[in-house]
């Protein structure tokens, strides 16, 4: 297991990371063996568990390749990582945008190489945010940070014993077929991207298909799928009339969360989510 103050995402903000919400989120955990997390995104919450409870196994997912590469390097390979985190962290110190924007236009191969790019793009580009253009290249202009760590090797080696310690399964996985092994007893936390607030409010493009009304139809579908097999599941979304009429047969809180989905920051933090969950904690 590894301490509270130190497990945490490797990632910053990725969109929809945690913040208030994860306070929320703790209020609503079961009794559980085999956690799945199939909007992996930062992992925010599959990050504090692992600090709360040391005998669980994780399964992880999501549909981003590169996002799950990350995790894969953090795993098994967190020293050659750091050691490409500390030299990019070298060059962004000399100049910052020639750094950044050659590493954002740069495609490397080897997976460590893949895993150093992403985590360093995460914690220099404009909020934190990932996102992508039609063709699936990295678009997010560069962040104004004072001092980002870009090679936070202590926070890395955390996170590669929290995903070594829960023997987590990572895989590029739609999350349909990564919930299809879930059985009955198993903790499901469900994160998918949100239901927009508002028809301006659009922001879902975490991968270059996007999630749409009718993604959010057929996960509302695997939610029911997934109660009648007996797992436990924990969802959270937008607070909109489509997400409350989509799981209005379970329980459901709402919350005021702050997520790192909006330019604004009154948007930011006067967000309201959603939680729905089948089990009584
Ligand atoms: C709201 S974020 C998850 C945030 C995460 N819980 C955290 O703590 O940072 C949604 C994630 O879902 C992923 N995603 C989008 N469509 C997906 C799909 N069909 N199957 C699996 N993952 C998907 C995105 O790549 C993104 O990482």
Known sequence: ???????????????????????????????????????????????????????????????????VNAYKVVKNDPDELIDWLARYETAYAQDRRTFYYSLRNKAPNGVVQRAARLIA???????????????????????????????????????????????????????????????????????????PLSRTSNFVSYTQQGFTLDDQARLAKVFQMLHKKGCKVLLSNSDTPLARELYSGFDQFRIRASRAISCKGESRT????????????
């Open 121 to 195: 793009l995460n914690k220099t580009c404009y909020n934190g945010l990932y996102r992508v253009n039609s063709a699936g290249a990295f678009n997010v202009p560069i962040g104004r940070y004072k001092n980002p760590s870009i090679c936070n090797a202590v926070q890395l080696l955390n996170a590669s014993t929290a995903l070594r310690s829960t023997k987590a399964a990572i895989s590029t996985s739609d999350y349909a077929a990564a919930l299809s092994s879930a059985e009955k007893g198993d903790f499901v936390y469900l994160d998918p991207p949100f239901v």
């Open 270 to 281: 006067g967000y309201k989510e959603l939680l729905v969950r089948n089990f009584i904690p």
């Open 1 to 67: 297991m590894v301490s509270k103050q130190q497990a945490a995402s490797p990632f910053l903000k990725w969109a929809g990371g945690k913040t208030q919400l994860l306070h929320e989120l703790e209020n609503h955990i079961p009794t559980f063996q085999n956690y799945f997390e199939p909007f992996l995104g930062g992992g925010a919450l599959f990050f504090r568990l692992a600090a709360k409870k040391a005998n669980f196994r994780a399964r992880l997912s999501d549909l981003n390749a590169e996002l």
